[in-house]
């Protein structure tokens, strides 16, 4: 049972390219979330799927898409990186307690 | 506007002392708060929550209080080790069951000091 995971771990793009991060839970949650987290801050909420075939935005979702895929996976795809995106993201699932559980995170430099 | 916030950065204590965390909130509809760890390089860790028609929670070495006159909550770490070294971060869980979201404050980072 490995919880939530994500790849890649780390990731660094040229402003204007593009790239997907996986993720993947093996709870059989049906909520899954996509957080950035920059340095010093709290997580922030980009993107979210309360099931899936569902997709809802979050606090900061410009510049993102989001696919859910199946119930284990959820992708979140940069169409063309800006440096204002180098961050930390971090996914997570939800099961029917409310409670989050977060994967390792992916970190990502757009020079 | 809506927020959850910390009030110290960083919060230093020795090993063995209790240690205190506390978080404001401003939405007085907010109803489920919980306390994440998270240690450098990894994702946050749940510690333990909380729901508003409570006052106190226990967990293993930690308990949470919550005050919702005052719209403040407090994480307590007892007899705290060099392990409990991390950032903390309280967080509030919106939304209905199924939909909920998780809005952050900024963290306070604990060290621990032998």
């Known amino acids: 049972n490995a919880g939530v995971t994500q790849t890649p771990k780390f990731q660094v793009l040229k402003t204007g390219q593009s790239m997907t991060l996986q993720c993947a839970q093996d709870?059989?949650?049906?909520?899954m979330y996509w957080y950035r987290q920059d340095p010093g801050m709290g997580l922030r909420l980009i993107y979210y799927s309360a099931s899936e075939g569902t997709t809802d935005k979050g606090e900061v979702p410009n510049g993102y898409n989001v696919s859910r895929l199946n119930k284990r996976e959820f992708s979140l795809r940069l169409e063309s990186a800006a440096p204002s995106q180098t961050s930390v993201y971090f996914c997570?699932?939800?099961?029917?307690?409310?409670?989050?559980?977060f994967g390792p995170g992916t970190r990502l430099t757009v020079l | 506007g809506e927020s959850v916030g910390l009030h110290l950065p960083t919060l230093s204590v020795q090993e063995g002392d209790n240690s205190i965390i506390n978080c404001a909130y401003s939405?007085?509809?907010?109803?489920?708060f919980i306390w994440y760890k998270q240690e450098s390089g990894k994702g946050p860790q749940f510690i333990i929550d909380i729901r508003s028609n409570m006052d106190k929670r226990q967990g293993q070495r930690v308990t949470v209080l919550l005050n919702k006159t005052v719209k403040h909550l407090s994480l307590q770490i007892a007899a705290t080790q060099p392990g409990d070294s991390a950032v903390y971060f309280c967080?509030?869980?919106?939304?209905?069951?199924?939909?909920?979201?998780?809005?952050f404050g900024s963290g306070t980072r604990l060290q621990v000091q032998p």
């Open positions: 997570a699932s939800m099961g029917a307690g409310d409670t989050q559980y």
């Open positions: 939405n007085s509809a907010s109803d489920y």
């Open positions: 967080a509030e869980n919106r939304g209905d069951t199924g939909r909920r979201a998780l809005t």
């Open positions: 709870m059989n949650h049906n909520s």
